[in-house]
């Protein structure tokens, strides 16, 4: 298979975790004989320094001829505690998912059971857990009008939703729920939210083109608590732009840290993975990001975009036989972790390539 793919490495840590998340993709396009064809485009703060546009045309060109995008993170330090700065790197990312139309955003919490003991919260609420999240991507207070007083003393985002909007993304996720255990809980706030009133209410149509799926609703400040007592409950996750947001953040904790969880973009074109944590200031440039979610957002692009659900299975079971084999991040590490194990970013990723060449050699 002949596939073009754009790498958008952007700021902090995300160089560094990309890196092994094309490296998995050739050593996958060599063992299998696919043909993966790659470049490099710019976006976040890398992009404003460098031609002052968080998300420039040519990055947007080049994502628009691709068949799929592997992104990092972006974000700097200088933007989070100046909220007076008028380009931000977060700008580019946003307009990149309205311009590609990344309605979707899919996000599955699975936990590996050798991270059972990675976790804050219990093995015993948390083993067997496997949800998978959609996150609706182009609305909401994101990207409604936003609006400051001429004496700056007052602010508003604009909680905006229109029918269609809910619509397409609810037929994702029922979909979705047909080919897992057929449970949809929807998240919003209906009780004091009209834009919420306009969601539940597609939601409750679309759900009855789905008879064999079971629907539920829950408010956002319910969930946020069930997804920590009871996290098994859960199937299939959808919910609003902001929930979304700030419940699968919650949820990484079930995964054991941002740095496992995997995410997919997808709309009518050309789909869009990245890793849910952020650029990670804190120890960028210092070999400690854990890559695997960035190896893991492959594996989605593998299934999802290439319908290579063989190598995508193979890309997530190395990752498992590394974790079984005790190796761990720092982030992912707990006091039984034998020290010599904790692996910086660039012996995580190699030990991965190890275990799929193994995997191959096996078969
Ligand atoms: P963050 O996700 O960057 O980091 C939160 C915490 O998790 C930090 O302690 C970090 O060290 C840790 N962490 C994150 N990824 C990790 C990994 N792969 N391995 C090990 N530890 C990891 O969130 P933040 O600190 O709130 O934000 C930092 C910057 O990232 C901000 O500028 C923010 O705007 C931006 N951000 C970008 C995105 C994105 O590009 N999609 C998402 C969230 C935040």
Request: with cysteine.
């Amino acid at each position: 298979m002949k596939k073009h793919i754009l790498i958008i490495p952007g700021d902090g840590i995300g160089p560094e975790v990309t890196t092994w998340g094309k490296a998995v993709l050739e050593q996958i396009a060599a063992d299998h004989e696919h043909e993966f064809t790659f470049e490099d485009g710019i976006m976040g703060h890398a992009a404003i320094e460098a031609t002052g546009n968080p998300l420039p045309e040519e990055t947007l060109t080049k994502a628009r001829g691709s068949d799929a995008i592997l992104f990092g993170a972006v974000g700097h330090a200088k933007y989070d505690n100046d909220p007076t700065l008028k380009v931000r790197p977060e700008d580019g990312l946003l307009k990149i998912r309205k311009e590609l139309g990344l309605y979707a955003n899919l996000r599955p919490v699975v936990l590996f059971d050798e991270l059972l003991d990675a976790s804050s919260i219990k093995p015993e609420v948390l083993k067997g857990t496997d949800i998978l999240f959609f996150r609706e991507l182009n609305g909401d207070a994101y990207f409604g009008e936003k609006k400051r007083s001429e004496d700056r003393d007052t602010a508003s985002d604009l909680m905006i939703y229109h029918r269609y909007e809910v619509e397409r993304i609810a037929v994702k996720a029922f979909e979705a729920a047909r080919t897992r255990n057929k449970k949809v809980c929807s998240i919003d706030k209906a009780n004091v939210l009209e834009s919420s009133r306009l969601w539940r209410e597609v939601v409750q149509d679309i759900a009855k083109e789905y008879p064999d799926v079971q629907t539920v609703h829950m408010f956002a400040d319910t969930a946020a608590m069930q997804l920590i007592k009871n996290p098994r409950q859960f199937d299939v996750v959808l919910t609003t732009n902001i929930f979304g947001d700030i419940l699968t953040d919650e949820a990484s904790q079930i995964a054991g840290s941002m740095g496992m969880l995997a995410s997919a973009s997808i709309g009518d074109g050309t789909g869009f993975f990245e890793p849910i944590h952020g650029s990670a200031h804190d120890i960028a440039g210092q070999n400690k990001a854990n890559p695997l979610a960035s190896i893991l957002s492959v594996a989605l692009m593998l299934d999802i975009s290439f319908g290579l659900k063989e190598e995508a299975i193979g890309l997530t079971d190395a990752v498992r036989q590394v974790l079984k084999l005790g190796f761990r991040t720092a982030d992912i590490a707990t006091e039984t972790t034998d020290s010599k194990k904790i692996l910086g970013t660039k012996e995580m990723g190699e030990q991965v390539l190890i275990l799929l060449r193994q995997t191959l050699s096996v078969k």
